[in-house]
Nanobody, 124 residues
Framework: AQLVESGGGLVQAGGSLRLSCVAS?????????IGWFRQAPGKEREGVSL????????WYADSVKGRFTISIDSANDIVDLQMNSLKPEDTATYYC?????????????????WGQGTQVTVSS
């Protein structure tokens, strides 16, 4: 089972990026929580946005509300994160993670499986 992220890159402030997380060995028509987290150098990993595969409920960090949108394609086991109005403080390595169940925990320590990460750099 693995998660593979893609879509990171370098963008100017105010720009947009779309991250994708493709899962293998997990079926999103089951009961999973899928999350996007990020970690900047010298900082702790933080939750960005989460979604339940069963109920499609979502959670967003206050810092990204109104700018980021998480979505799920259950047929293809993909979770996307559309990031608009990007700011330099959004610069980080972004990770996809998955855990069983529908509860959306923002604490990264409670998540079981992680992708390798994709770098997002926002220039001012």
């Amino acid at each position: 089972a693995q998660l593979v992220e893609s879509g990171g890159g370098l963008v100017q402030a105010g720009g947009s990026l779309r991250l994708s997380c493709v899962a293998s060995g997990f079926r999103f028509d089951g009961d999973y929580a899928i999350g996007w987290f990020r970690q900047a150098p010298g900082k702790e990993r933080e939750g960005v946005s989460l979604i339940s595969s069963r109920f499609h409920s979502t959670w967003y960090a206050d810092s990204v509300k109104g700018r980021f949108t998480i979505s799920i394609d259950s047929a293809n086991d993909i979770v996307d994160l559309q990031m608009n109005s990007l700011k330099p403080e959004d610069t980080a390595t972004y990770y996809c993670a998955i855990r069983g169940g529908s509860v959306l925990y923002s604490d990264s320590r409670l998540w079981n499986y992680w992708g390798q990460g994709t770098q997002v750099t926002v220039s001012s």
